[in-house]
T-cell receptor, first 121, second 112 residues
């Protein structure tokens, strides 16, 4: 297992087109996260899955964004009708179930992929 | 939205010096982590500190956590040129959602 893989690494598209990114997490990790990062900023949470269930989605995500994780393995993030403001690095991360997340149990440590950079012209 | 704010935003030091960066956050947390990001690449986990811990060490890294002030600091001792990167704190809020909220980052430059 070589870590978290993301594809494509770079996508250039014209405004209005649809794009899809794929993330292959570490195989034994049941949690998968998508973040978006713009230049000079920290990663911004988009959504996360536990197995195949999408447990939370940021209010920042418009209806043009959708993510899936069929069978709890790889995940796809689709952006429909792209806008120039969608240009960013899209980061995927995975983690194992570290317990209940409270201070007395195990904790998530995120393993990130290299990211997929989207440029919307 | 960003949970954490790192300070300073940018830091430039000479090789061999220590680098200190601070993180402030807004809500109660289970734990806080620090990540490093080299230019144009993914983030790498450095160290985790739980809310019931006050200080933690890992190699040249020292992390402190003050939950009463909702702040953390990361100290890198004897810095090297290879430490040049952006450093982010990430918090796991006690709201139970398991999502990590990242700060705005400190861009560290270590001059050889």
């Amino acid at each position: 297992d070589t870590g978290v893989s993301q594809d494509p690494r770079h996508k250039i598209t014209k405004r209005g087109q649809n794009v899809t990114f794929r993330c292959d997490p570490i195989s034994e990790h049941n949690r998968l996260y998508w973040y978006r990062q713009t230049l000079g900023q920290g990663p911004e949470f988009l959504t996360y899955f536990q197995n195949e269930a999408q447990l939370e989605k940021s209010r920042l995500l418009s209806d043009r964004f959708s993510a899936e994780r069929p069978k709890g393995s790889f995940s796809t993030l689709e952006i429909q009708r792209t806008e120039q403001g969608d240009s960013a690095m899209y980061l995927c991360a995975s983690s194992s179930n570290g317990g209940e997340g409270n201070m007395f149990s195990g904790a998530n440590v995120l393993t990130f992929g290299a990211g997929s950079r989207l440029t919307v012209l | 939205s960003q949970q954490g704010e790192e300070d300073p935003q940018a830091l430039s030091i000479q090789e061999g010096e220590n680098a200190t960066m601070n993180c402030s956050y807004k809500t109660s947390i289970n734990n806080l982590q620090w990540y490093r990001q080299n230019s144009g690449r993914g983030l790498v986990h450095l160290i985790l500190i739980r809310s019931n811990e006050r200080e933690k060490h890992s190699g040249r890294l020292r992390v402190t956590l003050d939950t009463s002030k909702k702040s953390s600091s990361l100290l890198i001792t004897a810095s090297r040129a290879a430490d040049t990167a952006s450093y982010f704190c990430a918090t796991d809020p006690t709201s139970g959602t398991y999502k990590y909220i990242f700060g705005t980052g400190t861009r560290l430059k270590v001059l050889a």
